[in-house]
């Protein structure tokens, strides 16, 4: 599945546009690797994701199509959830 059809589907981002700018941003990683809203996203990867001041780490446990909003969460896991003090703008 795609990246950024993964962090719609997932619910970690509201809408796979939103999704598809922020990732061709170079501010996401997948495996430690800078990634493409096209890359590929298996079982067992590991998304890296900074929104603002929000830094995030999760791993991939399963890929669905669809799946209902209660259970979207459960197409993850949070390695990593935290808050930076300083705001540092990526351009």
Known sequence: ?????????????????????????????LNNRPCKPSSEVKEGDIIDLTLGRHHLVVKVLFIKDHILKDDASKMYEILKDEIKEEFIEEQ
């Open 1 to 29: 599945m795609r990246l950024d059809k993964f962090l719609k589907v997932s619910r970690l981002i509201k809408r796979r546009t939103i999704a598809k700018e922020l990732v061709s941003r170079d501010i996401f990683l």
